[in-house]
């Protein structure tokens, strides 16, 4: 079966009754923990980006806390567990203030954990690729917010 385009379903969404269409959402949820996390987000998160944002730096956080840092293999697994889901929330969120917030957060927190990131090296070049996100990322923003995290950016 081959999916239908985005504005069938907008249209055939807009012709069902409010009771159905809760139904749908529902039984889309059930089958989906991302469909659930998402439809979490647009319901009760969506109206203060700002406490969504402290509440996913509070996840990282958790993942940066239970590193282990006797084994470089096991804290590189771990950062891009954290990668991931900062990327995940990022992408519920679809604004760039918040990629660029929640990027500039993970950066910060992988230098502050002390580990050698020789030239080269896996956790060198992920740190390296996310700064060029946030760059690319920030260039879309508004002049004010931009100058706002340029001199973050510069610190990383």
């Known amino acids: 079966m081959t999916p239908v385009s985005l504005k069938e379903i907008k249209s055939e969404l807009g012709a069902l009754e409010p009771d159905l269409l809760i139904n749908l959402c529902l039984h ?21 980006e700002n406490e969504y944002i402290r509440g996913v730096k509070v996840i990282m956080d958790e993942g940066f806390v239970s590193m282990n840092l006797s084994n470089v293999y096991l804290a590189k697994k771990t950062l891009r567990k954290v990668l991931r889901i900062a990327n995940k929330f990022i992408k519920y969120s679809g604004l760039k203030k918040t990629e660029v917030e929640l990027l500039i957060y993970f950066c910060k927190k992988l230098k502050a954990t002390g580990i050698a990131m020789p030239e080269g090296t ?35």
């Open 28 to 48: 889309l949820a059930k089958y989906k923990r991302e469909n659930k996390e998402l439809l979490t987000y647009l319901l009760f998160n969506a109206h203060d």
């Open 122 to 156: 896996v956790i060198a070049n992920m740190y390296v690729r996310q700064v060029q996100k946030i760059k690319k990322s920030l260039a879309t923003l508004h002049e004010d917010l931009q100058f706002d995290y340029s001199e973050e950016i510069e610190l990383l």
